[in-house]
């Protein structure tokens, strides 16, 4: 391992980035707030210390060496470990405990997210570390302390607790039910249906649904997930299939989504809260899992 008296200045690095990004020493000096003088002695003594040439000097201008492009990439690299490291340190101070969430990426920007701060009210000294993820876990035993996956309704995963059963809503936007009004199963066919890549096999389900026995028109663009979808239904793009709890807010609180036919249908899938056997009884374990069952409850009761 290197002395530390060997190692170039946090001063002198931050003078390579700001000199390497401009590749000028007067633009440089101004972004640092220092002499151009000063940064040229920096850079010198930088050099020095590393025994090699990070600029050739020309007299039209400065260019990095090959060994200067190669040194730059590890040094910011390095710099932005060590600003995170100390950011999140200062940002844990307050707290007495973290827990690390890792849902679903619809699931939490379409109902956790917008719910997250009467948690972090109740429980001020937890922070909450949102992560996503999708599809099965295969290993639990990282540094996540609780999962939130979509999964084919069963019985026979290993840690998991069903949070809710997902049904769907037929969604529309009022602009467009404005132009193309659906007020039976037949005016479907004039609409566009919005394709769900990870699930293609929704659409046909509900074509059975609802016994629809005309071709279905699908959008030229497919979405992986939900909150896309959304975003899509929003511009006018089509129609999309999205979980209740997720929309049902958005359709109750505002004018600017739909669910014409009032059409809804089980998916045969479910929102399973994954945790470790180990983590089960830790107190911030309990505490989230168990608000999130009841705002879960709320959510559905509120819709119903």
């Known amino acids: 391992m290197l ?23 007067s633009k440089a000096a101004r972004e640092l707030s220092l002499t151009q003088g000063a940064v040229s002695k920096q850079i010198s003594l930088l050099e020095q210390q ?54 679903s990426p619809s699931f939490a920007s ?3 997210i917008p719910r997250i701060n009467g948690f972090v009210r ?25 999962v939130i996956r979509c999964l084919p309704l069963a019985k026979h995963y290993d840690n998991a607790t069903l949070l809710c059963r997902e049904n769907l809503r037929l969604v529309a936007s009022a602009a467009l039910l404005r132009q193309q009004p659906i007020r039976e199963i037949d005016d479907l066919a004039k609409h566009v249906f919005l394709p769900q890549v990870t699930r293609p096999q929704l659409w046909e389900q509900f074509r059975i649904h609802h016994k ?10 497919g979405f992986e997930h939900f909150y896309m979808s959304l975003e899509a ?14 929309v049902d807010d958005l359709i109750i609180n505002t ?23 180990y983590k089960r009884h830790a107190r911030k374990v309990c505490v989230f899992t168990q608000w999130l069952t009841e705002m879960m409850a709320s959510s559905q009761g509120h819709a119903s």
Request: charged letters at 15%.
């Open 233 to 246: 239904v929003k511009n006018q793009q089509g129609l999309a299939l999205l979980p209740d709890f997720m």
């Open 3 to 25: 002395n530390m008296k060997e190692l170039p200045s946090i001063r002198a690095l931050r003078t390579f980035i700001a000199v390497a990004n401009h590749l000028s020493f």
């Open 110 to 112: 379409l109902w956790l």
């Open 122 to 146: 109740a429980f001020p000294h937890l922070q909450v570390q949102l992560k996503t993820g999708d599809g099965l876990v295969h290993d639990i035993s990282g540094d996540n302390d609780i």
């Open 212 to 221: 629809i026995a005309y071709p279905m028109e699908f959008y030229g663009v």
């Open 50 to 103: 590393l025994g090699q040439p990070l600029f050739e000097r020309h007299l039209n201008g400065i260019r990095l060496t090959r060994i200067g492009l190669r040194y730059l990439p590890q040094i910011v690299e390095a710099l932005e470990a060590l600003q995170n490291a100390t950011a999140g340190l200062r940002q844990l101070d307050q707290v007495e405990e973290v827990l690390t969430v890792n849902v």
């Open 255 to 277: 004018s600017e989504l739909f669910n014409p036919l009032k059409s809804m249908m089980a998916s045969h899938y479910g929102y399973y809260i994954i945790v470790p056997h």
